[in-house]
């Protein structure tokens, strides 16, 4: 299946100049998301992944399933500001500006075995910010996952020395 062909082109969002890669029209259409998920899940096959962590909003789609089926733990990435109890956080630069991801400051103990998951790989900062909180907590980042690579932006140069997979390059 093709799946780079289900990804739908919106101009000019979220401000002008920005190419929006919606993923909205790829996981309405169910062989395709699982598709998607299947694929995800062989890139796991070989890891030992006792939590998986996913970058809001986007990011949970496809982190929350990899979770299910992998019988992993699965912890949110929030901005600012929505998780509720104490958190620790990282300010970083994307691609139209600048942005904090918090994570619950009990949400992984040291050693833990993490799968960092997201919907896209732009410029690299919100992956790069998401594994800075890992480590602050003491766990091991055994992969960095993606449906998307926007190749041209070398996102995956800010994540240089951990194992980085796509499924997508655009």
């Known amino acids: ?76 990435v929030r901005k600012l500001g929505k998780l509720p109890a104490e958190t620790i956080r990282v300010e970083y630069s994307l691609e139209y500006g600048t942005e904090i991801l918090e994570m619950h400051k009990d949400a992984i103990e040291p050693g833990q075995k993490v799968l960092v998951v997201d919907d896209l790989l732009a410029t690299g900062g919100t992956a790069k910010a998401t594994i800075d909180l890992v480590e602050q907590l003491g766990g091991e980042v055994v992969g960095v996952l993606f449906l998307i690579d926007l190749t041209f932006l070398k996102g995956v140069e800010q994540l240089a020395g951990y194992d980085v997979h796509s499924l997508i390059k655009f």
């Open 1 to 76: 299946m093709d799946l780079a062909s289900l990804i739908r082109d919106v101009p000019d969002f979220p401000k002008e100049g920005i190419l929006f890669k919606d993923i909205t029209t790829l996981i309405k259409v169910p062989e395709a998301f699982h598709t998607a998920i299947d694929q995800m899940l062989d890139y796991c096959k070989d890891k030992e992944i006792d939590i998986v962590v996913a970058v809001e909003s986007r990011g949970y789609i496809f982190g929350g399933a990899l979770a299910y089926e992998l019988g992993a733990g699965f912890v949110p």
